[in-house]
């Protein structure tokens, strides 16, 4: 007599590798290939959260403007939705000084590709294009840049 595989509550919408008697679950969005590093709310992805986000949403919902490349961007409130309360709550950090967005959040409203990271919620949202955030494998390599006095430094140490 087989017995069904029960799973415990919360694994919902992940996927399994069964290897008796061990059982590993990932997030299925971990497995998405859209799946891209972003900076929650820089709707417009132009490497900067201020007025033309909130302004590209607006345009985007209520004028048939271009639409975000990068849906988890423009879900400032991360709710899963793409819609008014998203720019209102990129307009309230902007002009009332509102907490910033949930994560990946910037240290800054211009940020870094330090800034950027992948959703940690399973929405519906996808990120297919985020040029400020370019892929792991397009990250330049790491550039030391000294200060003016270690220069000299070594300068003189070469002599």
Do not use: Q
Not at 38 to 58: E, K, Q, T, W, Y
Not at 118 to 126: F, L, V, Y
Not at 128 to 154: A, H, M, Q, V, Y
């Amino acid at each position: 007599m087989t017995r069904p595989l029960s799973l415990p509550r919360g694994l919902a919408g992940s996927s399994f590798i069964i290897c008796w008697p061990i059982v590993l679950s990932f997030p299925l969005a971990t497995l998405a290939s859209g799946a891209r590093d972003f900076v929650r709310g820089d709707s417009n992805a132009d490497g900067a959260i201020d007025l033309s986000d909130g302004v590209h949403l607006l345009t985007f919902l209520f004028r048939g403007g271009s639409a975000p490349t990068c849906e988890d961007a423009a879900d400032a409130n991360d709710d899963g939705r793409v819609d008014v309360s998203d720019a209102i709550r990129i307009l309230l950090l902007l002009f009332r000084g509102n907490p910033p967005p949930p994560p990946p959040t910037p240290r800054t409203a211009l940020y870094s590709s330090e800034d950027c990271g992948p959703d940690p919620t399973d929405d519906a949202r996808s990120c297919t294009s985020f040029p400020p955030c370019p892929p792991p494998d397009k990250l330049p390599p790491d550039i030391t840049i000294n200060s003016p006095e270690e220069r000299l430094r070594r300068r003189r140490r070469t002599r």
